[in-house]
């Protein structure tokens, strides 16, 4: 080491975004919402089947998913983490639209089956 005077490199902490191959930002966005998780469940919202589409619509990327009930008390957080994530693999620059849809309405039928099974639902 030198003397105190040395100058050090400053360090910059950010979100680490992976490369998206082009053509891929819908399938960066599925996997992106694989990490989000209903609050009560523990289990993330594309196995819980409450993401019925991702696509884009306009120059948005739309999400459409729906909760396991209207009066879900994560509705406003889950959306909003839902938004999060793919922001953060497609970027602030895309807008990201999630629309909440009842139709067709939710149902522990729509998990898939290793959710099913670690909610102790028998597995069809």
């Not at 469940?41 to 991702?54: A, K, N």
């Not at 619509?57 to 009066?71: A, C, K, Q």
């Not at 879900?72 to 909440?100: K, N, W």
């Amino acid at each position: 080491m030198t003397s105190g005077d040395e100058t050090r490199d400053s360090v910059s902490i950010v979100p680490a975004r992976a490369a998206i191959p082009a053509g891929d930002v819908i399938g960066a966005a599925w996997r992106a919402l694989e990490t989000v998780y209903d609050p009560e469940l523990h289990l993330d919202v594309v196995s819980l089947g409450l993401v019925y589409d991702v696509r884009e619509e306009d120059g948005s990327i739309v999400v459409e998913m729906t909760l396991t009930t209207p009066g879900c008390p994560a509705s406003e957080s889950l959306s909003e983490m839902t938004r999060a994530a793919v922001v953060q693999v497609v970027g602030g620059s895309t807008p990201v639209d999630v629309r909440l849809v009842w139709d067709p309405p939710w149902s522990p039928a729509m998990i898939d089956a290793e959710a099913a099974a670690a909610l102790g639902f028998r597995v069809r």
